[in-house]
């Protein structure tokens, strides 16, 4: 027991109370000489209390270090009264403090003041006997004590000295245990024990795990230096090699390409896959010698993997409101597409991914499918990509190469990728309906998986051999007909029609498109060439026969070439011209094409049929003549496999109402019946002529006209219903431009009337029937006289007697 412990207890029995000093992160032990830091003002007031009396002080350790203002329940209840050496208060208000420990003591009853913590305590001597037992264990101690310091290296050898000359046990347990670098917990535990044989096996128990945690930190830091070492021999060697060929002169080239490599592998973010796949080739390019043909093919093969976007992509521009300008100003109509597109758009703007469409546009040339893709990408704030695949016969064109064969590439794909750079790119597949299969293998089974949303975000490219996502990547495909598109292509993607323009809405793309840029492209300035709108429909009715303006704007061009052939002859670069339909034929030649017509007076035999065409609607006479013979029927004007039996069902129903009619019996044995449509090198096809037919071959027989300011179309069935027909609003279109003011349509189309633009319902008196004697009712004139030539007959009553019509 020290000499203060003495003066203590031989004081009254009532304790005596001290200021308490609370303590974080550290523990005070008997002997123990430490300095402190002391910043909250009730430590301060505790150590100047202490300093005006007998500089005593109760050194508690708190649970938990971050309470301020620790309360009775926050200190331990065994602490270490102790001596204030020294006190210097410094110049930020906190205070340095030098306390040395003398001996446990137990706090009895915590008084909390304004000023500080005061507190009676309870002095706790060490219970120390003589036992060789005792002194093994301060051996054991001792020796890992050792054991600990070499393994430490923050211990002087000075110090173990020192405390293994410490004779007393509880002392020499105490003295080891300050110095441990152990949770506060474990030193409070050890504090805590009274008894110094306990005391010591606690220690050597707590300080044998430490050693052992030393052991392995000590072997981990031995490999991570034998590791760094290797790696600077390298380095260094590496260096020295490298200055040794810079100052021969030399440069290994296929080593400097070696770490470029490895350098791209690392920025590329492949996928896993990819990495290990690059990774193997690499060590394989390493073993190859830098100019066999083996290298070449390695190496291209990593340049295109790390060229590849794994990573990188733009993201979305989520305003419809811009999107939608975007679109209006690059393309006028086209509805359809533009609506689909800004739900795809709204839908992005609420799910952060979603899986790209795949939009198939199909229609006829020139429409604006392909820049409606660019359009597309700029309203969403994507690049744009485009791979043509008409003529394209090769499955590899698609999927690529295997790296077996000389010239190995990957398919149009992941070249169109590579190209544009991002993951996320407008990707348009031009002309999907012109690829063709041969032995090389169908390339249109190949887009399956490529269009396939199911599929596409693993999408095995031959050449790469490594999966690549396609998943972000919105595809357009473009198509003249479904036709030829297979179907299984054909369901995976999201088909959006795109008809024909209207005469009006080409007139309104020359005025807003064609004419503006055709100005700018031959350098004439703003407002110093005027089109009328005569003019622009001239062009359209004379000069072109197309569904798109493609012809159009090279008409356009044709013009302003003259023009500017004009200005340039007469010296006049300020001159304004006014082209108006006069001028065209002057600066164009003469007209081309003559649009179908009606007739101006109502024939026999003579119908106004209304069929659909690659480049639009047209207006199809459809001619028939009764001629003596034995009952045969004569199809003529290249007429395909469908219409003739549409011409056979037509010939049918009439037969079935021969006495509505008002024929014979037997009229037809007696007669030969010729149809024709003109134009007879133009190949036609299909049963939508099959009602204009029957009523053809029904006036004919029965000698009346038929009413030609109409127009019809529909197919036949045998008992005289009207079957639905395509292309209607490209029919109407036609019949408008010929002057036509009634239509016939099949009832079931009615509906699609709404696809048709209000100025053209406008202009037509539009039927829906749903029989054929509907039709002959509208068609044919029974009361009108028809001047016949003075050298036929009628046929009818008399059939030996021919009638040309």
């Known amino acids: ?82 001596k204030v050496v020294q006190m210097l208060k410094l110049p930020d208000g906190t205070v340095k403090v030098l306390v040395e420990g003398d001996v446990r003591a137990r706090l009895i009853d915590l008084e909390y ?20 037992e005792q002194e093994a264990l301060m051996r054991s101690v001792n020796s890992t004590f050792e054991s600990y310091a070499n393994l430490s290296k923050k211990i002087p050898a000075e110090m173990v000295t020192s405390i ?11 003295t080891i245990v300050a110095h441990l670098t152990v949770q506060i917990a474990d030193k409070q535990e050890i504090l805590e024990e009274m008894d110094s044989l306990l005391r010591l096996e606690k220690l050597l128990s707590l300080m044998e795990r430490e050693v052992e945690i030393l052991q392995i930190e000590k072997k981990i830091r031995n490999r991570v230096k034998s590791q760094m070492e290797r790696s600077q021999k390298e380095y260094y060697l590496n260096e020295q090699m490298r200055a040794i060929q810079k100052e021969l002169g030399e440069k290994d080239e296929f080593k400097q390409e070696i770490r470029e490599l490895e350098e791209k592998i690392e920025k590329s973010r492949m996928s896993k896959e990819a990495t290990d796949k690059a990774d193997a080739e690499l060590r394989k390019l390493k073993m ?25 992509g733009t993201k979305d521009q989520i305003d419809l409101i811009k999107a939608e300008e975007i679109l209006e100003e690059d393309h006028y109509g086209l509805e359809k597409v533009k609506e689909r597109i800004l739900e795809y758009l709204a839908v992005q703007a609420l799910v952060k991914k979603i899986k790209g469409p795949i939009l198939c546009l199909v229609g006829p040339p020139g429409v604006g499918k392909t820049s409606l893709g660019r ?4 309203a969403m704030g994507r690049k744009f990509v485009r791979v043509s695949l008409g003529g394209v016969r090769d499955e590899a064109e698609i999927r690529g190469h295997r790296r077996t064969y000389i010239g190995a590439m990957p398919g149009k794909v992941i070249q169109g990728l590579r190209k544009v750079g991002v993951r996320n790119p407008v990707f348009l597949l031009d002309e999907v309906d012109k690829m063709s299969t041969d032995f090389r293998g169908d390339p249109s089974s190949a887009l399956l998986e490529v269009l396939d949303p199911e599929q596409n975000n693993a999408f095995g490219d031959h050449f790469l051999d490594v999966d690549y996502d396609l998943s972000s990547v919105m595809f357009i495909a473009t198509a003249n007909t479904l036709q030829s598109i297979p179907g299984p292509l054909r369901d995976r993607m999201e088909v959006i029609r795109i008809e024909g323009y209207t005469e009006e809405e080409k007139v309104h793309i020359a005025e807003r498109y064609l004419l503006p840029k055709q100005l700018e492209t031959h350098g004439l300035k703003k407002g110093q060439v005027k089109f009328s709108e005569a003019a622009l429909l001239e062009i359209v009715r004379r000069y072109t026969r197309e569904a798109g303006v493609r012809n159009l704007e090279r008409e356009i061009a044709n013009v302003f070439r003259k023009i500017a052939r004009e200005v340039v002859k007469a010296d006049q670069l300020g001159k304004r011209f006014l082209v108006g339909a006069p001028q065209i034929k002057k600066y164009l030649g003469v007209p081309r094409y003559s649009f179908g017509v009606r007739e101006d007076e109502h024939r026999i035999g003579l119908v106004n049929g209304l069929a659909w065409t690659e480049v639009g609607g047209e207006l199809l006479n459809v001619e028939v003549t009764i001629l003596p013979g034995k009952g045969n029927l004569t199809v003529t004007g290249k007429l395909g496999e469908v219409m003739r039996e549409s011409a056979q069902a037509a010939l049918s129903y009439v037969r079935s109402r021969w006495i509505e009619l008002g024929l014979e019996k037997d009229f037809y044995s007696r007669v030969d019946i010729h149809i024709h449509v003109p134009e007879g090198a133009i190949p036609k096809d299909g049963p939508s002529a099959g009602i204009t037919m029957a009523t053809a071959i029904a006036s004919a027989l029965t000698g009346l006209a038929v009413d ?42 009615e509906k699609n009337l709404e696809e048709v633009p209000v100025t053209i319902l406008r202009a037509l008196k539009i039927r829906a029937v749903a029989h054929m004697d509907e039709v002959l009712d509208e068609a044919i004139l029974g009361n009108f006289p028809v001047p016949v030539p003075a050298d036929n007959a009628d046929y009818v009553l008399n059939p030996e007697k021919s009638v040309h019509h």
């Not at 359009?375 to 700029?378: I, N």
Request: charged residues 25%; proline residues 8%; hydrophobic residues 40%.
């Open 288 to 312: 190859m010698s830098p100019m066999s043909a083996e290298a070449t093919v390695v190496r291209n093969y990593i340049d295109w993997l790390v060229a590849l976007p794994w990573k990188k």
């Open 113 to 132: 003041t304004d000023e500080c913590i005061f507190s009676s305590l309870q002095l706790l001597p060490d219970h120390e006997s003589d036992s060789t």
């Open 1 to 82: 027991m020290t000499e203060l412990s003495k003066d203590l207890t031989s004081e009254s029995p009532k304790p005596e109370t001290f200021p308490v000093l609370p303590l974080r992160d550290i523990v005070i032990f008997p002997y123990m000489v430490t300095p402190l830091f002391v910043g909250r003002p009730r430590s301060i007031n505790a150590l100047e209390w202490a300093m005006e009396h007998d500089k005593l002080v109760l050194l508690v350790t708190q649970r938990d270090p971050k309470t301020d203002d620790p309360l009775a329940g926050d200190l331990y209840d065994l602490g270490t009264l102790g």
């Open 708 to 749: 030609q300011d109409l127009a019809m179309t529909g197919e036949i069935t045998l008992r005289g219903r009207v079957l639905a027909i395509g292309g209607l609003k490209e029919k109407l279109l036609a019949a408008k431009r010929a002057g036509i003011h009634r239509v016939l349509i099949p009832q079931e189309n």
């Open 375 to 378: 359009s597309v990408a700029r």
């Open 164 to 174: 293994a000359g410490v004779a007393e046990p509880g002392r020499f347990a105490d």
